[in-house]
């Protein structure tokens, strides 16, 4: 039926429409909109055939409306293929026109003009189409550049600066803002920032000239430009002249920021040359040798020492070399041991990795004095710790032991009469008495007073006694024989210590005394004088030298008072003292149990405003039988005997209980800080620190209010001990305080390892503070010793204005004295503590206005 044929027809065309259009979008949308517009080869041609097929659909009921749509395929097929396939389609769509027109019955004429049209058409489409490939793989790869640049730019450290021919910026990225202060926008459309540091303009500009002038080159250039800051930087650019260049057309820059380096360079350099200057300039003899014993460091000292005029000239050389060009000068045995023994202190110093120190070599050339070096050797080791080599120093040290030896004897003798001092004597009687222990031989002391001494000294003045002392002197060497041994002790005092029983050292002491009691003929100036002379033989119960030498001091008084000029000897008669002490020793067993200690605190008052700083807990013995007796009487006894322990337990406790009591009742009076005072033996004690904890405790007083004092002489008998026992006392909290400063014998490497809190400056120094200088000078040494500790410093023996003006224009604000306050009872100190809580009586006032 012929309108069903149509309505087929029809329907064949509109959906040969819709696939084609369908088609041809699809095309498009990959071309314009897709990253990889062409397909493989196999899925092109499908979709080429399947174009051409809905085309002839459409074009079969009328050939002749085939044209239009061939001409199109054959300009939109290169959008899908390239290469050849692209051609074979373009003459495949030709050829089906022709045979579409054929169909048509069209003439020859129309078939080949319609046919070359369509190849025209075809071609022009391929043209457009490659171009637009082109333009778009170049696009893409643009795109990809531009960002990989911008990435760089971005997050790289570097300055890239691009300028136009003038030198005006183009382009710089993010990297400026870090390394000069400026932002981009600052800088762009600007000329190249000109702030360049005055000495490197010069060099700066004449580069940037040399840059411009000189096409396709590169420049190179350190320089300091001034940050947005105002600080100096140090910069390294390089400059690439790509004038030459169509994309760029100016010139780029990359810039580094150097300061660092520099810096480290700069600092590199100064060490280098304090290094090199240490070495020449340091007269101790140094030098390196790497692990074959070559050396490869030396100073001048060293150079010059054996005759190099350069490092270079004894770099590689060995010690055997050394000594082998010194055989002339010196014995070849020498040269061989001196080599040898350096050679094996480097493979020890190599073996183990520690120093060899001290070396002292007595000697080196054969014709020079005699001289002494002391050497000492360590490991180099690199930046793992591997040893590379041996640093050796040698320092002459030959004045040194001249100078140690005559020290040695300044020491031990006194430098007026020539004889052995008290410390030497103080030595020789100890090792008497050690071998006295130990073998029985005896020894005696003969303590020599001179009568009346100090009148010639008055009369005749002291360059007369000084004579005289020397002839005396000169006297008693002559009735002395091998095995004596004499001393000064003071001024006008010998002892003389007698390998001999008592009977024969009398013998010894009256030859001494009649030779003495002739008189004496200095400058035509006769005088007379006499001696009185104590004995005290050794005995088993003589604990140190000095009660031996106790014993013979008070036979020599025995001697004055029975009319001076005689010899006494010590026996039981003489034995008061020893009695007194024993008696003593006996009470203070009792006194704590039996409650005749008392306690008195002496205020410590700010020489600034007068208020309470501290007090000072100071222990009184009331003995029944004895009486009053003074603390420098029963604290020595307690000291030997032990009882110092409980004592300063109970003192401790009874402060603590005290403070613990005022902290309640006077809570706004500022905390005055109550010290003890520590005796050594009682550090010493294991027991000690936890009976301290349990008093802490029990008390529940603030630890940190109560001082503990230690004098300097104790600390210093036992540093080290002492250092770890005050460490474990300042971690309960508690203050330490150092007493007696600068009358013991304090070695600064310790003192400075002492955790104390306070410096408490002696008395005897106080004292004179206002009257001599040397006294004010060693006050104002302690005090800036204290500071320089961060210690607090208290001054104590104030007893007048004039010192208190003294010590507080030398910085010391705190003062303890009779001038502020004698030592005071419990309810005294509630007084001050009620005046200072008060704030409403000013507390000595008269002491402590300073003009």
């Not at 280098?272 to 200057?277: E, G, I, S």
């Not at 006077?666 to 520590?678: E, M």
């Not at 603030?702 to 503990?708: D, K, S």
Request: hydrophobic fraction near 45%.
């Amino acid at each position: 039926m012929p309108w069903r044929q149509d309505l087929y027809t029809t329907y064949a065309q509109l959906g040969a429409t819709v696939a084609l259009v369908l088609l041809l979008l699809l095309a498009l949308q990959r071309l314009l909109f897709s990253a990889a517009p062409q397909l493989t080869r196999r899925h092109s041609l499908i979709e080429c055939c399947a174009t051409l097929a809905a085309v002839i659909t459409l074009a079969l009921p009328q050939s002749q409306t085939a044209f239009p749509w061939l001409v199109m395929m054959a300009c939109l097929f290169p959008l899908i293929l390239s290469g050849r396939p692209m051609l074979g389609v373009v003459t495949a769509v030709g050829l089906a026109g022709v045979l579409l027109n054929l169909f048509a019955s069209a003439s020859t004429s129309d078939l080949l003009s319609q046919f070359f049209v369509t190849l025209f058409a075809g071609s022009i489409g391929i043209l457009l189409s490659e171009a637009l490939r082109f333009h778009l793989v170049t696009a893409r790869k643009s795109r990809i550049n531009l960002a990989r640049f911008n990435a760089i730019a971005r997050v790289t450290h570097n300055l890239f600066i691009i300028t136009d021919a003038d030198f005006k910026v183009l382009f710089v990225n993010r990297a400026i803002k870090e390394i000069i202060g400026y932002t981009q926008n600052e800088i762009l459309g600007n000329a190249l920032p000109s702030s360049i540091h005055p000495d490197d303009l010069a060099a700066y500009q004449k580069n940037l000239r040399a840059l411009h002038k000189l096409p396709n080159s590169t420049v190179f250039t350190r320089y300091r430009l001034q940050h947005k800051n105002g600080h100096w930087i140090w910069l390294e650019a390089y400059g690439y002249n790509m004038l030459h260049d169509e994309a760029i057309n100016g010139f780029v820059f990359s810039i580094v920021n150097i300061t660092e380096r520099k810096l480290a360079e700069q600092k590199l350099d100064d060490e280098r040359t304090l290094l090199r200057a240490v070495l020449d300039h340091n007269p101790s003899m140094m030098y390196a040798t790497d692990l074959t014993g070559r050396f490869t460091i030396s100073n001048q000292s060293f150079q010059r020492r054996f005759g190099f005029l350069s490092e270079e000239d004894l770099r590689g050389k060995t010690s055997h070399d050394v000594m082998r060009m010194q055989a002339t000068n010196m014995q070849k045995h020498i040269a061989r041991q001196l080599a040898h023994e350096s050679q094996l202190h480097d493979i020890k110093i190599m073996q183990n990795g520690e120093p060899v120190q001290s070396i002292e070599i007595e000697g080196i050339l054969e014709n020079e004095a005699p001289r002494w070096y002391k050497s000492n050797k360590y490991p180099l080791r690199d930046s793992n710790g591997k040893i590379i080599g041996i640093l050796n120093t040698m320092r002459d040290i030959t004045r040194r032991k001249e100078y140690e030896i005559h020290l040695k004897y300044q020491a031990l003798h006194d430098p007026l009469t020539g004889l052995a001092n008290r410390r030497y004597m103080l030595q020789s009687i100890a090792r008497s008495m050690e071998l006295f222990r130990t073998t029985g031989e005896m020894s005696t002391i003969l303590f020599c007073d001179l009568d009346f001494f100090k009148n010639v000294n008055d009369i005749h003045g002291h360059e007369f006694g000084d004579k005289c002392l020397r002839e005396i002197t000169r006297r008693i060497n002559l009735h002395l024989n091998d095995t004596d041994f004499a001393a000064r002790f003071g001024s006008d005092e010998f002892i003389i210590l007698v390998k001999a029983a008592q009977a024969d050292a009398k013998v010894k002491a009256q030859a001494l005394l009649q030779a003495l009691s002739v008189p004496l003929i200095i400058n035509d100036v006769v005088v007379k004088v006499g001696a009185s002379i104590g004995i005290a033989r050794m005995r088993a119960d003589h604990k140190n030298p000095s009660e031996l030498i106790r014993d013979a001091d008070a036979a020599m008084y025995q001697a004055k008072e029975q009319g001076r000029n005689r010899i006494e000897i010590f026996d039981a008669s003489l034995h008061d003292i020893s009695t007194r002490r024993a008696q003593l020793d006996a009470a203070l067993h009792f006194a704590l149990e039996r409650n005749e200690f008392s306690i008195l605190y002496q205020p410590k008052v700010s020489m600034r405003d007068g208020s309470l700083k501290g007090l000072e807990l100071l222990l009184r013995w009331n003995s029944p039988q004895h009486g009053e007796i003074s603390p420098t009487e029963f604290i020595p006894i307690a000291e030997s005997n032990g009882l110092i322990v409980p004592i300063g337990l109970w003192a401790l406790e009874q402060a603590c209980k005290q403070q613990r009591h005022w902290q309640t009742a006077f809570p706004d009076a500022g905390g005055a800080v109550v010290a003890v005072n520590v005796s050594m033996r009682q550090l010493l004690q294991s027991a000690f620190l936890p009976a301290v904890t349990r008093i802490l405790e029990e008390s529940g007083v603030t630890p940190g209010t109560i001082e503990l004092e230690l004098t300097e002489t104790s600390v210093m008998a036992s540093p080290l001990q002492v250092i770890e026992n005050l460490a474990l006392l300042k971690r309960l909290g508690l203050r330490l305080a150092l007493d007696d400063f600068g009358t013991g014998y304090s070695s600064l490497a310790y003192l400075q390892k002492l955790p104390i809190n306070t410096l408490k400056i002696d008395k005897a120094f106080v004292t004179g503070i206002a009257k001599r200088k040397s006294d004010k000078e060693i006050v104002r040494l302690i005090i800036a010793l204290a500071r320089t500790l961060a210690l607090e410093i208290v001054a104590e023996g104030v007893e007048t204005q004039e010192q208190v003006v003294e010590l507080s224009r030398l910085g010391c604000e705190i003062g303890q004295g009779f001038l502020f306050s004698p030592p005071i009872g419990a309810p005294e100190v509630e007084r001050w503590l009620a005046m200072q809580e008060d704030r409403r009586t000013e507390i000595a006032p008269e002491y402590i206005r300073i003009d």
